[in-house]
């Protein structure tokens, strides 16, 4: 059965200060991880999709990497606009995509 | 280009009764996913459909059924309404149904339950 734990389940930081958010997994054959970016009462947007180990991705202050085991979702120089909830998903074969709980990120000015 | 759209955004119901939600996906998209939302389990999954035919099925009760239309359009039933049925429910769509297809979301329709 897949599974995915984030870490840490919430985080404060000041404005500019740099920080990483971290997904683990376990499935039988990665197909795709996914990250989203949720806002109290709203749905899920999508940030960044990574399909093998090695890849990477950026948008903005946020950077997106994938080892075999996790992933890491890095925030550079956050500023408050950033606080949100950030979910971690996998996929494999052709069973549901499957979410963590999430990381409850505060950005204080 | 629209997003996913989802009526109604708000629902209040007491038990017993039952509910229908609906999901509009992004246009060109033939997949929908329903999910369910609460503080306390996070996102699981609810169902999922392609062209029509349902593809997933997640471990909720009989009373939770879905169904999808010719145009891609999604509908989610919710019969005999429990305290514990309220919660954010989401609806996603994507291209196909593809393991690698990224889902996008609607805003969600916030059901609750008296």
């Known amino acids: 059965e897949d599974q995915v734990t984030q870490s840490p389940e919430a985080l404060r930081l000041q404005e500019g200060e740099s920080s990483s958010l971290n997904c683990s997994y376990t499935v039988s054959g990665l197909r795709g991880l996914f990250w989203y970016r949720q806002d109290p009462g709203k749905g899920p947007e999508f940030l960044f999709t990574?399909?093998?180990a090695g890849e990477e991705k950026e948008k903005e202050r946020l950077k997106a990497t994938l080892t075999k085991k996790e992933s890491f979702l890095h925030i550079t120089a956050p500023k408050p606009e950033d606080s949100a909830t950030y979910l971690c998903a996998v996929r494999s074969g052709n069973t549901p995509l499957v979410f963590g709980k999430g990381t409850r990120l505060s950005v204080i000015a | 280009k629209a997003g996913v759209t989802q009526t109604p955004r708000y629902l209040i119901k007491t038990r017993g009764q039952q509910v229908t939600l609906s999901c509009s996906p992004i246009s060109g998209h033939r997949s929908v996913s329903w999910y369910q939302q609460t503080p306390g389990q996070g996102l699981q999954f609810l169902f999922e459909?392609?062209?029509?035919?349902?593809?997933n099925k997640g471990n909720f009760p009989g009373r939770f059924s879905g169904r999808q239309f010719s145009n891609s359009r999604s509908e989610m039933n919710v019969s005999t309404l429990e305290l514990g049925d309220s919660a954010l429910y989401l609806c996603?769509?994507?291209?196909?149904?593809?393991?690698?297809?990224?889902?996008?979301f609607g805003p969600g329709t916030r059901l609750t339950v008296l």
């Open positions: 990574l399909y093998s």
């Open positions: 996603a769509s994507s291209r196909a149904a593809q393991s690698t297809d990224t889902q996008y």
């Open positions: 459909y392609f062209s029509e035919t349902q593809r």
